[in-house]
Antibody, heavy 113, light 107 residues
Framework: QVQLVQSGAEVKKPGASVKVSCKAS????????MHWVRQAPGQGLEWMGI????????TYAQKFQGRITMTRDTSTSTVYMEVSSLRSDDTAVYYC??????WGQGTLVIVSA | DIQMTQSPSSLSASVGDRVTITCRAS??????LAWFQQKPGKAPKSLIF???SLQSGVPSKFSGSGSGTDFTLTISSLQPEDFATYYC?????????FGQGTNLEIK
């Protein structure tokens, strides 16, 4: 069965960077796009961007352009998302989602001085 | 960006009721519309894609319809496990935007 297992919670200071991982199993990794979505505390879902694990091509929401980088490692079937220049309003749960249909368990990122 | 507007934002209903949630897109998105269910502290669960196609394993009490700009999610015979927050999402064009969510509560 499809499984997406994300890395553990992180606490970062403002201005720092964080890199969240999402390890996929149960399907052909390179055949399905991976989305990243975040959810601030008590708020709705926000789409951040997408990566094609096959060729590595990415598309980011304009809001995050220049501040996020999505990459993949086909040898370990893992996608990564790095967010730089963290601010307090980046505090959220970050999810990976395969084609939008299967979701990881979420990674809580707290940005606090 | 395409704006997705859900109504109502919150809804109270009783076990056994049938409810309908509406999602409107700010421009036409054909049928590139998905619905998700989210329970507190959990990841969203995909219910419907392509406006009306049920994801594998999702019970037929959930149904979706619509095309263009107006879409609905209908849940029949509500059970306690159906009380959650529901989101629509368009995937017609980047960025793939979500509605603000509809909180379905027990009356």
């Amino acid at each position: 069965q499809v499984q997406l297992v994300q890395s553990g919670a992180e606490v970062k200071k403002p201005g720092a960077s964080v890199k969240v991982s999402c390890k996929a199993s149960g399907y052909t990794f390179t055949n399905h796009y991976m989305h990243w979505v975040r959810q601030a505390p008590g708020q709705g879902l926000e789409w951040m961007g997408i990566i094609n694990p096959g060729g590595g091509r990415t598309t980011y929401a304009q809001k995050f352009q220049g501040r996020i980088t999505m990459t993949r490692d086909t040898s370990t079937s893992t996608v990564y998302m790095e967010v730089s220049s963290l601010r307090s309003d980046d505090t959220a749960v970050y999810y990976c989602a395969r084609d939008g249909a299967d979701w990881g368990q979420g990674t809580l990122v707290i940005v606090s001085a | 960006d395409i704006q997705m507007t859900q109504s109502p934002s919150s809804l109270s209903a009783s076990v056994g009721d049938r409810v309908t949630i509406t999602c409107r897109a700010s421009q036409g998105i054909s049928n590139y519309l998905a619905w998700f269910q989210q329970k507190p502290g959990k990841a969203p669960k995909s219910l419907i894609f392509a406006a009306s196609s049920l994801q594998s394993g999702v019970p037929s009490k959930f149904s979706g319809s619509g095309s263009g700009t107006d879409f609905t999610l209908t849940i029949s015979s509500l059970q306690p496990e159906d009380f959650a927050t529901y989101y629509c999402q368009q995937y017609n064009s980047y960025p793939y935007t979500f509605g603000q969510g509809t909180n379905l509560e027990i009356k």
